[in-house]
Structures are given as structure tokens and as C-alpha cells.
């Protein structure tokens, strides 16, 4: 493909990457691929695009679903040994082939899986934990006064 410098354009549904699946609460939708196979100036088969999905995760701090948006820009330079990855140019992320032939998909997954957040929540403000965990805070508990309030006055003295 990189020879030929071939363009591929598509989607992939969620429910075919079964290691996404474990992070995810819903696999239905898709990852929207655009990728451009070529070789660069130095002769390295490269592989650049983009994916774009949008997945629902729980969020870690309500555990309610949040819907998260992923776009990853790919630039990946094709190696063949681990002397390969010393040697390719740093604006490249490295993708070791150990033979001519690879399952497109699982690079697509892996790079989808990459692009997920650390840990997904929702928007500040818009939690429904810390909404209310802010509302009991300030209506249940009185506000106590400092005691170390005493030692600023003698300080002051």
C-alpha cells in the first residue's frame, strides 16, 4: 500500500475491536479512518491520517455515562527491526512490522485506544456528583471558625 501510495477512506463499527469493548459501556457507533499510505523523501513507508469517534465511558466521579469525543492524528513511520525504530526520524511514531503485512483494524484500535482520556468525566459543572456533593457541603455542615485566628492577633500585636 505504501508503494503504491493508496488512500483509505471508511469506518469501522465499535463492536469489531474486542479490546476497546472492555473500556467502553456501548459499542455501538464507529470510528470514521482516513488514512494516506506513502513513502517520504528518505524512502520510509509511512502511513498518515486521522480518526475520529465518539464513545460513551462511564465518568470516575458520578460513574454515570459521558459521552466522549476522540480525534487522533496518525503519523506512523514503518520499521522492520528494532534498529529501524533508532533510526527513523523523531516526527515519526514508530509502527515495527515484523513481517510485510499487518491487520489495519488493530492499528486503528490501538491508536483509538491511545486517544482515550485517562480517566473520562464530565465538563465542570456539569457532574451530577459535584453539583450535589457542592450543594450538601454548603447547607449541612456549619462553618467553624479558625482556630489559629487567636495566634494571627498576637502576631499582629
Avoid at 471508511?10 to 513513502?39: T, Y
Avoid at 528518505?42 to 454515570?64: D, E, K, P
Avoid at 522492520?80 to 515495527?96: A, Q, R
Amino acid at each position: 500500500m505504501a508503494e503504491q501510495r493508496i488512500d483509505l477512506v471508511g469506518k469501522i463499527a465499535l463492536n469489531q475491536l474486542s479490546r476497546l469493548q472492555d473500556i467502553l459501556l456501548d459499542n455501538s457507533g464507529d470510528v470514521s479512518v482516513s488514512l494516506h499510505f506513502g513513502k517520504d523523501e528518505q524512502g520510509i513507508r509511512t502511513i498518515q491520517g486521522s480518526l475520529s469517534a465518539q464513545v460513551l465511558m462511564q465518568c470516575q466521579r458520578c460513574l454515570c455515562p459521558v459521552t466522549e469525543k476522540i480525534e487522533t492524528e496518525i503519523k506512523l513511520g514503518m520499521v522492520f527491526s528494532e534498529d529501524g525504530i533508532k533510526n527513523l526520524p523523531s516526527y515519526y511514531d514508530p509502527l515495527l512490522l515484523e513481517s510485510g503485512e499487518m491487520a489495519l483494524w488493530q492499528m486503528v484500535e490501538e491508536e483509538l485506544i491511545l486517544g482515550l482520556p485517562i480517566a473520562a468525566r464530565h465538563p465542570r459543572g456539569e457532574c451530577s456528583i459535584a453539583v450535589s456533593y457542592g450543594e450538601e457541603v454548603m447547607t449541612d455542615k456549619p462553618v467553624r471558625p479558625n482556630p489559629f485566628k487567636v495566634l494571627e492577633q498576637l502576631k499582629e500585636k
